[in-house]
Nanobody
Framework: QEHLVESGGGSVQAGGSLQLSCAASGFTPRPVCMAWFRQSPGKEREGVASFCYNGITKYSDSVKGRFAVSKNNAQNTLYLRMRDLKPEDTAIYYC????????????????WGQGTQVTVSS
């Protein structure tokens, strides 16, 4: 059964860095695209970045230049390296995976993780 587990969240001060991980298991074949989303209290879930099988990455304008998404195929793990974090980056971050070609800003993913909390203080 397909499963996504996020880790790496935490609390940091503004300007700090964090790296999130998303371990995927049970996918045969591998997902075509994987992505990171986030949701802040009172706001809709929004796309952050996507990584598809061809290595193409896409980002929301709010994180472009600060966040980097990558994937280790051998470990079937998706990463999100976040730097220069801002208080507005505070959210629960979710990993998603899909069997169709769906790049950011698509939300059409089949599988979702439980999320990991990121808190950035000013």
């Amino acid at each position: 059964q397909e499963h996504l587990v996020e880790s790496g969240g935490g609390s940091v001060q503004a300007g700090g860095s964090l790296q999130l991980s998303c371990a995927a298991s049970g996918f045969t074949p591998r997902p075509v695209c994987m992505a990171w989303f986030r949701q802040s209290p009172g706001k809709e879930r929004e796309g952050v970045a996507s990584f598809c099988y061809n290595g193409i990455t896409k980002y929301s304008d709010s994180v472009k230049g600060r966040f980097a998404v990558s994937k280790n195929n051998a470990q079937n793990t998706l990463y999100l390296r976040m730097r220069d974090l801002k208080p507005e980056d505070t959210a629960i971050y979710y990993c998603a995976a899909g069997r169709l070609f769906r790049e950011y800003p698509s939300r059409d993913y089949d599988y979702w993780g439980q999320g990991t909390q990121v808190t950035v203080s000013s």
